[in-house]
């Protein structure tokens, strides 16, 4: 039995990480949530190349040669094939080329895309692809502070979020059987929220355990990184990594030239030495020259984290192998690594576990925003038996006010940064500065509006705005089917249509609790923050400093 001291003790833990960190958490999960289907927004936010026609597989051995001939610089970085045909890539065959830059300054770079004409001449075109999904990653990765401060910010927190884990469960041990199981829906909405969050968090914990590990290791694999270098490597580590990296490197042009395979026979060759792999591209080096290399990148089925930094090198005159980058044959160091992502990012087991991971992105994001609120109930005074309302503690105001403004801003600015994807696109210069620009100013737009009008009317107000910006998401889509003269655009492909799908769903959730939100407000205790009454009240006098 443990005693009711250190109970005490764990309890405190527990709600102080929670609160410190809570609303950096919220925007990590719920953005988090988002990139399990990174791949189908990007594909959704990406427009149709015109007269990019598919060029069939046989006749892509042609298209290399003319892109090679016409666009030398090409030939060393690289000639992308790809073999999927998804929205996100525009052409059968795709390059980057650097652009003149000042002494100094860093490297730009411009993409194209390519393909053949009815007569046979190449069509290039320059096209920026579309960074929305990485900008919602940024956002889950470092919310909003930039590296590398961002990802050390977010491993405290990360680190912090471990230990209310723990201290949570400390806490539920005595009675975790009865709370577990219990659900008291009724009146005191206090104890059913109560109930909920202990709930989701108990039935959950094995994903919380794992976010934070994860998350903890990536925001401080830098300083983890530099600290191995001194202590184990002397100062070598980079020679090592080089090292390790060789294989993925294709062979230094010789000048002698030589013919290539064709795709197609490549393709043949790959699956004859590394069975198994799924290549998604190929990429030629050195195209025309002797020592011309193709690497595949793709997935290898059955490993955890299969997705990230994986290839295999051939030689694209000889189709012998050159380098084997591939899950089942990494040192056993960088598999651990590769775990570490897979696990946190959902790289395995197929379409079921990013739904899942999904799902529990959500539940883990109303986690923190409800373990706010509970804060918020606990610390309210009651109305005394006269019938007068008290003051609220000062505290309990501002938190109630940010908690409604930094959660329902996220969800708001990037609903809305995903519907600028397609409107803004072809109105401005750079529509991926954009994309930040659009959710940066919903989010500090929703949390000024919470401190002005308090967290009552406030949590109505804004969750209609995320309920009109979710929803504008698949009114975009049908607007481009009904008129194509606003110059936006429709993909009819699964993925794009489970995006639209999706955000209907998800604004009529927002609806509801809208409407739920606002029942609260009007009927609920009147000395609540949550009270209509007292936000009537609150916005002619502000809460005064009161100790307690």
């Not at 990174?38 to 959704?44: F, G, N, S, T, Y």
């Not at 925001?219 to 001194?230: N, R, T």
């Not at 600028?420 to 401005?428: C, N, R, S, Y």
């Not at 003269?485 to 609790?513: E, N, P, Q, R």
Request: charged fraction near 15%; charge should be neutral.
């Amino acid at each position: 039995m443990i005693r009711s001291d250190i109970l005490r003790i764990y309890k405190t833990v527990h709600t102080w990480t929670g609160i410190t960190c809570g609303f950096a958490l919220f925007i990590a999960f719920y953005a988090g949530a988002l990139t399990m289907f990174r791949e189908p927004i990007a594909r959704w936010a990406s427009p149709p190349a015109v007269g990019a026609a598919a060029v069939p597989l046989d006749d892509s051995a042609e298209l290399i040669e003319r892109v090679a001939a016409e666009h030398p610089e090409a030939r060393e970085e690289g000639i992308t094939l790809h073999l999927r045909g998804h929205e996100n890539e525009p052409a059968r065959v795709t390059w980057v080329e650097d652009t003149p830059h000042a002494p100094g300054q860093p490297h730009g770079h411009v993409h194209w895309w390519g393909t053949l004409k009815s007569d046979g001449t190449l069509l290039a075109k320059q096209e920026e692809p579309s960074e929305l999904a990485e900008f919602v990653d940024e956002v889950h990765r470092q919310v909003g502070i930039p590296d590398p401060w961002g990802s050390y910010f977010m491993g405290m927190v990360s680190l912090l979020y471990g230990v209310a884990l723990i201290a949570g469960v400390i806490m539920l041990l005595p009675t975790l059987v009865a709370d577990f199981f219990a659900l008291r829906v009724g009146k005191n909405l206090k104890r059913m929220w109560q109930d909920a969050h202990t709930i989701v968090g108990i039935t959950s914990l094995p994903f919380h355990i794992v976010m934070a590990v994860t998350a903890t290791s990536f925001g401080f694999g830098a300083v983890l990184w530099s600290a191995q270098d001194s202590v184990i490597y002397g100062g070598k580590q980079w020679s090592v990594i080089q090292k390790f990296w060789a294989p993925t490197r294709p062979p230094k042009p010789t000048g002698e030239m030589a013919p290539m395979l064709p795709p197609a026979q490549l393709l043949k060759r790959l699956q004859a030495q590394a069975p198994g792999y799924a290549p998604d591209a190929m990429t030629f080096y050195n195209t025309g020259d002797i020592s011309a290399a193709v690497k595949f990148s793709g997935a290898e089925p059955g490993y955890v984290g299969d997705t990230f930094l994986t290839s295999v090198t051939l030689s694209a005159v000889s189709g012998d192998m050159l380098g084997d980058f591939s899950p089942s044959r990494q040192e056993p160091w960088w598999r651990i690594d590769m775990v570490i992502d897979g696990l946190h990012f959902g790289q395995y087991g197929g379409t079921t576990i990013k739904w899942a991971y999904f799902f529990l992105g959500l539940a883990g994001a109303w986690l923190f925003y409800s373990g706010n609120l509970l804060w918020v109930e606990t610390r309210r005074k009651r109305a005394r038996k006269d019938g007068e309302t008290p003051q609220q503690r000062r505290d309990t105001y501002w938190l109630a006010a940010g908690t409604v403004g930094v959660c329902l801003g996220c969800v708001a600015g990037l609903s809305a940064t995903i519907v600028a994807a397609k409107w803004l696109h072809g109105h401005v210069g750079d529509l991926n500065r954009w994309h930040e620009v659009v959710y940066y100013a919903v989010f500090f737009a929703c949390i000024g509006w919470a401190f002005a009008r308090g967290a009552a009317q406030a949590s109505v107000e804004l969750l209609w705005l995320c309920a009109a910006a979710t929803v504008a998401i698949p009114l975009t889509t049908l607007g481009a089917l009904l008129l194509p003269s606003l110059g936006i655009w429709a993909h009819g492909s699964a993925a794009t249509i489970g995006v639209d799908v999706v955000a209907f769903i998800g604004a009529w959730c927002f609806v509801w609790i809208a409407r739920a939100t606002a029942r609260r407000v009007k009927h609920g205790p009147a000395d609540s923050v949550w009270s209509e009454q007292r936000a009537r009240q609150t916005s002619a006098t502000r809460p005064a400093v009161r100790k307690t």
